[in-house]
């Protein structure tokens, strides 16, 4: 057994292919667990020292931009590198296109962001949180370099850029917290951290890119017609995942108050870190799903996938159930409380997001990206209905129910778009073996 096992690890370790991908996938997780780590350490010290209410108000601004968020990335991520993979345009037209593209809905994001805050009752203070906060999004475009590493599965160079910036944040919100610095310096590193990992992808684009002629980045007008063509749906998906994701924290400022919002941020937050394994394998994992589209192989590759999320995902949901009181506690201290009952309800909106995590991919590889935005949609106004009643009666823990209950009616909805999709859904969840039909 153990010779068999030795064999069988040699044969892994001598698959070149299998190798690269195990390589990219190990830099991503690398960045995320560091990202984590340091993140939710700051994280907890600066929810310590703004207390739940300033805490509160600041993820009321953050939450209130990312309303619009969806209009700076126009839905392309998935189609660039799908077609970066796919080779039959010049990598220097489709990252040239989708610079200016991603440029002009960053600055779409700011129009729209000024026309909304003109309308509504927010004070003075709290828009100019939401303006500096907001101004970030124009050097987000520069994460086309990012989708270009993605495709080349050269994804130790994103480790890089993601890892500088943050030290540098981080060293930052160090600094500000013992000076005792206003919340204001905290949302001016939000623009700054942004434009350190702008700088980070570019310095490694050109230290990858040697002969580059910049000249020969351009726009193509024909290139940005298609990928808006195909990426719309997501683009409004895009739209109400914002919402689905940021309008309870909105909803929760408007019916309740700043502290409610501080408490629900913080279950939000840690909430949020145990979705990073999910998005590492999609992201990684993406190209050779996209070169797959069409195969008898493919909807195998999404039942193991699916199993892999599943399981990892009913494991995560036991930690975090058995443990988050005295987590919360010991670290944000008792002023946060509230956010281990918030965040015990959330964990089951989690866990069911790894159930189908690995199909937003299928979606975008067979252009199917119409059925994300209409299952997406009926999530997010569920979703407001709910919030509605649930925060009205329940208090701040109403906002996680109603996630809840929004979520599960989106997974389930997968049986009137997909039988084999759902099939495969029902099986990981029973932890059963999937054989599709050969076609």
Do not use: C
């Not at 990252?95 to 700011?110: D, E, Q």
């Amino acid at each position: 057994m153990y010779q068999r096992l030795k064999l069988k690890i040699k044969s892994v370790q001598n698959n070149v292919v299998y190798m690269r991908y195990f390589t990219n996938t190990t830099w991503l997780f690398g960045e995320k667990i560091f990202r984590m780590t340091v993140g939710l350490s700051i994280g907890v010290w600066l929810a310590r020292y703004l207390g739940p209410n300033e805490f509160g108000l600041f993820s009321y601004a953050l939450s209130f931009v990312a309303l619009f968020s969806a209009f700076a990335t126009l839905g392309l991520d998935g189609f660039v590198v799908r077609e970066i993979v796919k080779g039959q345009i010049e990598r220097e037209t489709i990252i040239g296109t989708a610079f200016i593209l991603k440029l002009a809905g960053s600055l779409l994001v700011i129009i729209m962001l000024g026309i909304t805050v003109y309308f509504a009752s927010i004070d003075l203070n709290t828009r100019m949180l939401m303006f500096i906060i907001a101004s970030a999004t124009i050097f987000q475009s520069f994460n086309v370099v990012d989708l270009l590493f993605q495709a080349n599965i050269m994804s130790k160079y994103i480790f890089y850029s993601n890892v500088i910036s943050l030290l540098i944040s981080s060293s930052l919100k160090v600094f500000f917290i013992i000076n005792s610095l206003p919340l204001f310096y905290f949302a001016w590193l939000v623009l700054f951290d942004s434009i350190i990992l702008a700088g980070g992808f570019i310095f490694f684009f050109l230290k990858t890119n040697r002969n580059l002629k910049f000249k020969k980045f351009k726009f193509s007008g024909t290139v940005a017609q298609n990928l808006l063509k195909e990426s719309w749906p997501l683009i409004i998906s895009g739209i109400v995942v914002s919402v689905y994701m940021k309008i309870d924290q909105v909803m929760i400022k408007e019916m309740l108050d700043n502290e409610a919002v501080g408490q629900y941020a913080v279950a939000v937050r840690i909430g949020e870190v145990f979705l990073i394994p999910v998005v590492i394998f999609s992201k990684s994992f993406a190209p050779a799903l996209f070169s797959r589209i069409g195969e008898r192989s493919e909807l195998n590759i999404y039942r193991i996938m699916s199993q892999y999320y599943t399981l990892t995902g009913l494991l995560i949901l036991i930690v975090v159930l058995l443990g988050s009181d005295l987590f919360i506690v010991n670290t944000f201290g008792l002023d946060y409380e509230d956010a281990a009952r918030i965040l015990n309800v959330l964990m089951f909106s989690i866990f069911l997001v790894y159930t189908t995590s690995s199909f937003s991919n299928y979606f975008i590889g067979h252009n199917k990206t119409k059925i994300t935005l209409t299952i997406t949609t009926v999530s997010v106004i569920l979703n407001v209905i709910l919030n509605l009643h649930f925060i009205k009666h329940f208090g701040v823990i109403g906002a996680a129910y109603s996630t809840v209950i929004a979520r599960s009616v989106t997974n389930f909805s997968l049986f009137f778009i997909n039988k084999d999709l759902f099939n495969l859904q029902i099986r990981s969840l029973l932890l059963l073996n999937f054989k599709t039909q050969e076609k």
